[in-house]
């Protein structure tokens, strides 16, 4: 069993900043890329960014140059640093990991509860 469990969210004044973290645990043998999501009241999910197990990174382009994706492979954790936070970003913000569990078997998917961000204008 693999949980993955957000923090960080919270009411913040546009122009803001906030920083979410993701923490795994459980039954881990090696966690691939991570990646944060985030969906708005009637809206699809949609990525926000992603970073490889080697730390390689994507963004969204509506986040780039504010947010900043990073990770602690030590610690099976993944952040996301949001600066310049808009209304637009007020979302709930899930947190998902490629998680393999076995070393012969192959990686699946995992979600966190998500963690709501509300930007105020």
């Known amino acids: 069993q693999v949980q993955l469990v957000e923090s960080g969210g919270g009411l913040v004044q546009a122009g803001g900043s906030l920083r979410l973290s993701c923490a795994a645990s459980?039954?881990?043998?090696?966690?691939?890329?991570m990646g944060w999501y985030r969906q708005a009241p009637g809206k699809q999910r949609e990525l926000v960014a992603t970073i490889t197990s080697s730390s390689s990174t994507d963004y969204a382009d509506s986040v780039k140059g504010r947010f900043t994706i990073s990770r602690d492979n030590a610690k099976n954790s993944a952040y996301l640093q949001m600066n310049s936070l808009k209304p637009e970003d007020t979302a709930v913000y899930y947190c998902?990991?490629?998680?393999?569990?076995?070393?012969?078997?192959?990686?699946?998917?995992?979600w966190g509860q998500g963690t709501q961000v509300t930007v105020s204008s």
């Open positions: 459980g039954s881990i043998f090696s966690i691939n890329a």
């Open positions: 998902n990991a490629g998680v393999q569990i076995k070393y012969y078997l192959r990686p699946s998917d995992y």
